[in-house]
């Protein structure tokens, strides 16, 4: 008889974190986008626009994986406003070669927070100059605090500045920051001052207007944004796009349709061909990544299905050996 097995946040939590080990989850998947034959259809997404939501449903086939997961991840904004998480969810693990479901992951968001901050460290580790030491972070939530960690993984990290609308956020980030870390983190007054001197950005909001122009970065710089990832969000100016010195995305046909890229073509500064390289490929040495320390390069992700399946994956591997969850006859 077929076994679930269940897993809490509480468990997932006990299990897994954002360490080394999840960076090298995720960069694999990468190189495993560029390499192998995965299956990822298009971004679910349903739109809730009278409570501020939406839901994104995600999946993805990767052949060297022995299950798929299929991920609903809503995420509702104005919650905080009411003492709740904006975002939440779970993720659903299926045999690869029955369709029987094998797990179910009630994560909350937990396991999304997690390979997405992985993934920023993924593109920091390919595209940003090794010897980068500090950090601007646009956003104060809890993306923006795992994006900072993630980042000293990967980096000799020594000072970040952040910045958010609410700046009272941004202040209390920065002493918080500063006391987990163990690094010089302090609050800016707006994206640009935040920006100005630093080696790596990282965006993390669901802005709708752009928060950065290509006028405001300087050579060697690298830029991740992680906010645009449905078709109304953005948070770079279509001049960065067009004028960076590398224009880098976890998919091309995702980014064309919701990332940074969508708009850039909408306002006709660059084609779908104006992609440097997937970040896979530039894993997997298909493609050059950064050139040289003076050039500004830029990564657009917008969260993809594979990262996902392989997250969720390693989670139900470590929850077994672990003897975490439950487990149930169906």
Not at 41 to 59: A, S
Not at 68 to 76: D, L, N
Not at 110 to 115: A, G, H, I, Q
Not at 255 to 282: F, K, Q, Y
Request: glycine fraction near 8%; charge should be negative; proline fraction near 4%.
């Amino acid at each position: 008889m077929p076994r679930v097995m269940i897993l809490s946040e509480s468990d997932l939590r006990d299990c897994l974190a954002l360490d080394l080990d999840t960076v090298e989850c995720i960069e694999s998947c990468f190189f495993t986008l560029a390499t192998q034959p995965v299956v990822m259809p298009p971004i679910l997404r349903l739109d809730i626009h009278q409570h501020n939501g939406e839901v994104d449903v995600k999946t993805a086939y990767l052949p060297s994986l022995d299950s798929f997961a299929i991920k609903i991840s809503p995420g509702f904004f104005d919650n905080p406003k009411i003492g709740l998480p904006s975002t939440g969810g779970m993720m659903n693990l299926f045999s690869s070669k029955t369709g029987l479901l094998e797990a179910v992951l009630l994560d909350n968001g937990y396991l999304t927070d997690v390979r997405t901050a992985a993934a920023g460290a993924v593109a920091a580790k390919w595209l940003s100059r090794e010897n980068a030491c500090c950090a601007a972070i646009l956003g104060a939530g809890m993306q923006a605090r795992l994006q900072l960690r993630a980042l000293t993984l990967v980096r000799d990290i020594a000072s970040a500045r952040v910045w958010s609308r609410d700046a009272e956020k941004a202040r209390q980030f920065a002493a918080t920051q500063s006391l987990e870390l163990g690094i010089d983190v302090r609050a800016c007054a707006s994206p640009a001052v935040a920006i100005d001197g630093a080696d790596i950005v990282v965006s993390t909001t669901p802005s709708r207007e752009p928060l950065i122009r290509f006028r405001e970065l300087t050579a060697g710089q690298h830029l991740t944004a992680m906010g645009s990832d449905a078709e109304h969000k953005n948070e770079l100016h279509p001049d960065v796009v067009a004028n960076a010195d590398g224009y880098f995305c976890d998919r091309k046909s995702q980014v064309a349709v919701l990332g940074e890229l969508h708009h850039a073509i909408a306002a006709g500064v660059i084609g779908e061909d104006g992609v440097s390289a997937e970040l896979g490929e530039v894993i997997a040495a298909q493609k050059p990544g950064r050139r040289n320390d003076k050039e500004i390069t830029v990564c657009d992700l917008t969260g993809t299905g594979a990262q996902d399946t392989a997250i969720a994956t390693l989670a139900r591997h470590r929850a077994e050996a672990a003897g975490l969850g439950m487990n149930f006859d169906t």
